[in-house]
């Protein structure tokens, strides 16, 4: 079956860290674009960040410089390390395939359960 | 960044009735655009990818239309597993930015 399962999501204190991860099953995350949307409480869908097949990475403006993105291929395993939080980055967090349906029209088409994460002291 | 937006904010509908949603984007995507149902507490669902392909499994009740900057989600009998937030999000460039939401409940 394919399927994203999130974990490491909690409580961290604003400046503080947290490390999510999204173990995948029924598919290979090297070969495919890895992403991580979040959804603050009550909020819509914000884009995070991309990991390209390739190795390439992209950020939200929101988080570039203390997010980054990476991948464990032995593991078949996607992180979202995050650093110097805020409490806006409050949300639960998904993980999320971008499949390329074809001529580079992609899509989220396979998403985890979501974790979530709360910055607060 | 592409802005997305979406109207209306929020619509009553009916078992049956024909559902219209519409989103706009802040400059031309081509048929980049893809739909997204979401209920709550759960991960959204893809619906539709590249305008008006509807994804493996989704009913055909779902529609999508456009080009350019504006585009149509139609629901062409609502049913009562239809009631959701949906959203457009476009996949022409980073940030792959989504449109507000428009929640559809029963009237």
């Given at each position: 079956?394919?399927?994203?399962?999130e974990?490491g999501?909690?409580?961290v204190?604003?400046?503080?860290?947290l490390?999510?991860?999204c173990a995948a099953?029924?598919f290979?995350?090297?070969?495919?674009?890895?992403?991580?949307?979040?959804?603050a409480p009550?909020k819509?869908?914000?884009?995070?960040?991309?990991?390209?097949?390739?190795?390439?990475t992209?950020?939200a403006?929101s988080?570039k410089?203390?997010?980054?993105?990476s991948r464990?291929?032995?593991?078949?395993?996607?992180?979202?390390?995050m650093?110097?939080?805020?409490?806006?980055?409050?949300a639960?967090y998904?993980?999320?395939r971008k499949?390329d349906?074809?001529r580079?029209?992609?899509?989220?088409d396979?998403w985890?359960?979501?974790?979530?994460?709360?910055?607060?002291? | 960044?592409i802005?997305?937006?979406?109207?209306?904010?929020?619509l009553?509908?009916?078992?049956?009735?024909?559902?219209?949603?519409?989103?706009?984007?802040s400059q031309?995507?081509?048929?980049?655009?893809?739909w997204y149902?979401q209920?709550?507490?759960?991960?959204?669902?893809?619906?539709?990818?590249?305008?008006s392909?509807?994804?493996?499994g989704?009913?055909?009740?779902f529609?999508?239309?456009g080009?350019g900057t504006?585009?149509?989600l139609?629901i062409?009998?609502?049913?009562?597993?239809d009631?959701?937030?949906?959203?457009c999000q476009?996949?022409?460039?980073?940030?792959?930015?989504?449109g507000?939401?428009?929640?559809?409940?029963?009237?």
């Amino acid at each position: 079956e394919v399927q994203l399962v999130e974990s490491g999501g909690g409580l961290v204190q604003p400046g503080g860290s947290l490390r999510l991860s999204c173990a995948a099953s029924g598919f290979t995350v090297s070969s495919n674009y890895m992403n991580w949307v979040r959804q603050a409480p009550g909020k819509g869908l914000e884009w995070v960040s991309i990991l390209y097949s390739g190795g390439n990475t992209y950020y939200a403006d929101s988080v570039k410089g203390r997010f980054t993105i990476s991948r464990d291929n032995s593991k078949n395993t996607v992180y979202l390390q995050m650093n110097s939080v805020r409490a806006e980055d409050t949300a639960v967090y998904y993980c999320a395939r971008k499949q390329d349906f074809y001529r580079n029209h992609d899509a989220f088409d396979i998403w985890g359960q979501g974790t979530m994460v709360t910055v607060s002291s | 960044d592409i802005q997305m937006t979406q109207s209306p904010f929020s619509l009553s509908a009916s078992v049956g009735d024909r559902v219209t949603i519409t989103c706009r984007a802040s400059q031309s995507i081509t048929q980049y655009l893809n739909w997204y149902q979401q209920k709550a507490g759960k991960a959204p669902k893809l619906l539709i990818y590249a305008a008006s392909t509807l994804h493996t499994g989704v009913p055909s009740r779902f529609s999508g239309s456009g080009s350019g900057t504006d585009f149509t989600l139609t629901i062409s009998s609502l049913q009562s597993e239809d009631f959701a937030t949906y959203y457009c999000q476009q996949s022409y460039s980073t940030p792959f930015t989504f449109g507000p939401g428009t929640k559809v409940d029963i009237k």
